[in-house]
């Protein structure tokens, strides 16, 4: 059952180790096939060298397994939370890389320095709120994506592709999940970046991308009017 996409969803944890984002078992990359309303998702605690395309489950978006011989990943309730709610997102990426982990540790939202970021993100990279304690001892996977649902309030997921998810770590997606693992790589860049820009301006504040260029650099790659790349 949907071996093409069991395939794509191997390819792209893999590129996740391979890109450098995740380490150990750390991290889990899903893709959403909208006709058949099912999820693919990377098994819990596999080695990414021991996984093979067989290893990945499918399951559907009541968290049901539909086929798989393990147990899907931990994050699974998050992903699904997300798809049921997001429109348009088809793949979904969760990793603890250094650089954005270590913004949602400080519980700051990543501001738009320059020209690079506006490619990717239409904005500051949004953070969530801490989850209570109780959300925690409830349902904290499904409850971790609630709190990313609800700071998207207003927001378009596909114009900010990602968030910070406060204490924890990055959430990518996208239209599919290789476009997932690219929004997970640029947040990746741009919170470094970010992060460098700060400590060479440490004796006087970093200054945002004015919008007006933030806008250009964003339009110019997504919407009506995107001339960036080549014609399909």
Not at 63 to 74: F, K
Not at 177 to 183: E, G, I, T, Y
Request: with cysteine; hydrophobic share 35%.
């Amino acid at each position: 059952m949907l071996e093409e996409l069991k395939e794509t969803v191997w390819r792209a944890n893999m590129r996740l180790r391979d890109e450098g984002l995740v380490a150990l078992t750390w991290g889990n990359a899903s893709a959403f096939d909208r006709e058949t309303r099912l999820v693919v998702i990377k098994p819990s605690g596999v080695e990414y060298g021991k996984m093979s395309p067989g290893d990945m489950v499918v399951l559907n978006l009541d968290g049901r397994v539909v086929e798989g011989g393990c147990r899907p990943s931990s994050d699974t309730p998050t992903h699904l939370e997300l798809y049921r709610s997001f429109k348009g997102v088809s793949g979904i990426v969760h990793t603890h890389s250094v650089e954005a982990t270590a913004w949602a540790q400080a519980r700051r939202e990543i501001p738009c320095y320059g020209t690079t970021h506006a490619d990717c993100f239409h904005g500051p990279v949004p953070m969530t709120r801490l989850l209570t304690e109780k959300e925690v001892a409830e349902a904290y996977e499904l409850n971790t994506g609630k709190v990313i649902v609800e700071r998207f309030g207003g927001l378009d997921p596909l114009a900010q592709p990602g968030a910070l998810v406060a204490g924890h770590g990055p959430f990518t997606w996208g239209a599919d999940v290789m476009r997932a693992v690219d929004n997970a790589v640029s947040l990746e860049q741009i919170a470094r970046m970010a992060r460098l820009t700060e400590r060479l301006c440490a004796e006087r504040a970093a200054t945002p991308l004015p919008g007006y260029v933030s806008d250009k650099h964003y339009r110019r790659k997504h919407g009506p009017d995107a001339y960036y790349g080549q014609k399909s």
